[in-house]
């Protein structure tokens, strides 16, 4: 008899280990489909979620400041990213609006050394490359006035080796440089209508 509860001790315990175990890579997987693009979904996978980002200019109700935006003076918000592992050297970020109607919409592009463990965009050393809107840097959010709230993530991927981009870049060049260099990431989100 006691032999035979300690076995189904032992089976419980497995099973509990297993489904916790299922758990962690469900968690995983589900937080880089957050990222709704299937691409950076991609570029994250397997990828420790480990960076904390904060936008300045968000609100507790997740809101972007109209400052930030087309309607406003159009500025860079700044971005602080903390987190960064040792064996990260550079940290990109990507800005994008998954709900603009013609697909997704890249509002800011940009590439800086990290310092120890934290870096701030826009930074003295970052290299900007070209939005969709066809200038470098940082185009605010400008959905379509009355098409809704669209969702702005500020992805961030802490890479390992310096991606080599020189200013002027586009997405599939930084997408390029990046892969197999994802050390670590994390994002923001905001959203924004007019």
């Not at 076995?7 to 099973?15: D, F, G, N, P, R």
Request: hydrophobic share 40%.
């Amino acid at each position: 008899m006691r032999r035979s509860m300690l076995l189904a001790a032992a089976v419980v315990a497995v099973i509990i280990a297993l489904l916790a175990v299922y758990m962690n890579s469900h968690k995983r997987l589900e937080g880089a489909s957050e990222l709704v693009d299937e691409r950076f979904s991609k570029l994250v996978e397997g990828v420790p979620r480990s960076l904390e980002v904060i936008v300045e200019g968000i609100s507790p109700e997740g809101f972007i400041d109209p400052a930030y935006t087309c309607d406003g003076d159009n500025i860079p918000p700044k971005v602080t990213i903390t987190g960064i592992p040792d064996s990260a050297s550079y940290v990109a970020l990507i800005m994008y609006d998954p709900d603009a109607p013609g697909g997704t919409f890249i509002h800011w592009l940009a590439v800086e050394p990290a310092k120890g463990s934290q870096a701030i965009f826009p930074g003295q050393a970052v290299s900007e490359g070209f939005n969709d809107f066809g200038k470098l840097g940082y185009g605010g959010p400008c959905p379509p006035k009355g098409h809704g709230a669209h969702r702005y993530f500020f992805l961030v991927l802490a890479l390992s080796g310096d991606p080599q981009l020189p200013p002027g870049y586009k997405l599939d060049d930084l997408l390029d440089a990046v892969e197999g260099k994802v050390a670590a990431w994390g994002y923001a989100m905001g959203k924004y209508s007019r």
